[in-house]
């Protein structure tokens, strides 16, 4: 009974005190934090020392010069090898939090075509619905030596033109659309590249880079005419070509014509079929050379034209020798990059090579 009055009597406090003891509880942190009151005990605090004794500025004595001979130079011999520096792009700040992983490029598998005896680049291509080009993306061989195409090899064939990159360590997305000079939003907007936000590329991987075309390998044979004095009475002579050319062998079969991939004609003709020169001038090559080329003959005709014979038996003329138009300077053949005799063809104007249909009238 006494119980029961004091819970009437009290009970309606009990939630309130509850509720005061449950806010002091969580205030803790914020009280304690609080700057405590000054301690009556405590020092008095000093200030008046800072004007009781003046500032005394010494005149009399020379200001101090700065002695260079006391200077630690230890600290300038100091062997940065032994930095713990772990790789050149250290410093580097990191592209994406360690957790990101994108996905990785997912190509279907690509079409694939085993080379035909008679096929062309371009035939192929046509076939295929995309330009010669496409053919070196795909297979980057091709864009050495398009002669490289032969019976019996097989071919990628890409889905849309363009260049399948082999994704390298320092590969990013600008870098490749600046190497390929196409845009950016492309190479992303190709669905089977799988790029997403932030656009990482992994090495080992391939990217297909729509509208790409590869570089095509050019080989710049040094000039050794020099090099041999075999023909010293004939080197100094300033033979200057007509800027015109012969037909260059007896046959007219061509088997490669002229285009991005091949800038040469393939003229197909027996192995030993005799070959002239186009135009006058001096011959600055003929030897083996380390590209598909093989044996190669190449005349400077002193006009900003070279004409460069190739895939010889053999030579009737050395480096140094001065050649007129239709001096015979070798025999055809079937060595280097070659899958069948022909002479391969070029004409080079200032280092570019033109079209030797365009240039003479053999074709
Ligand atoms: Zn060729």
Redesign the pocket.
């Known amino acids: 009974m006494a119980e029961h009055t004091f819970r009437q009597r009290y009970g309606r406090y009990f939630w309130a005190i509850a509720l005061i003891v449950l806010a002091l509880f969580l205030l803790r942190p914020i009280i304690s934090s609080l700057p405590a009151a000054p301690d009556e005990t405590a020092a008095p605090v000093e200030t008046a020392t800072a004007t009781s004794t003046p500032l005394v500025v010494n005149t009399a004595e020379p200001s101090p010069y700065f002695d260079y001979d006391a200077v630690d130079t230890s600290l300038q011999t100091f062997d940065l090898s032994n930095l713990p520096v772990r790789r050149d792009d250290s410093l580097r700040p990191a592209m994406n939090p360690s957790t990101f992983r994108g996905k990785l490029p997912q190509h279907e598998e690509f079409q694939r075509y085993t080379v035909l005896s008679g096929d062309t680049p371009i035939g192929i291509a046509d076939r295929f619905g995309i330009i010669p080009e496409t053919l070196l993306g795909g297979n980057p061989q091709l864009s050495e030596e398009a002669?490289l195409l032969f019976a019996d090899s097989e071919l990628i064939i890409l889905p849309i033109d363009g260049v399948l990159h082999d994704v390298q360590y320092g590969d990013t997305l600008e870098n490749l659309a600046a190497k390929y000079n196409v845009a950016v939003d492309d190479i992303i907007a190709y669905q089977p590249n799988n790029l997403e936000f932030p656009y990482r590329l992994y090495e080992d991987t391939q990217i297909l880079v729509p509208g790409a075309v590869r570089e095509v390998f050019k080989w710049d044979p040094p000039d050794v005419s020099a090099a041999q004095g075999n023909y010293q009475n004939t080197s100094n002579q300033l033979v200057v070509g007509y800027g015109s050319f012969i037909w260059p062998t007896t046959g007219y079969r061509i088997t490669?014509t002229y285009w991005y991939g091949?800038q040469?004609v393939?003229v197909g003709i027996e192995t030993g079929t005799p070959l002239y020169a186009a135009d006058s001038g001096k011959v600055t090559f003929a030897a083996w050379s380390p590209y598909c080329y093989a044996n190669l003959i190449v005349i400077n005709h002193r006009n900003g034209f070279e004409t460069f014979y190739a895939h010889l038996s053999s030579f009737n003329v050395v480096p140094g020798q001065v050649v007129f138009q239709g001096n015979l300077i070798g025999y055809s053949g079937n060595t280097g990059c070659s899958t069948g005799p022909h002479l391969?063809f070029e004409i080079r104007r200032n280092g570019t090579r033109l079209d030797p249909c365009a240039w003479t009238n053999g074709c």
């Open positions: 002669g490669q091949h040469a393939d391969h």
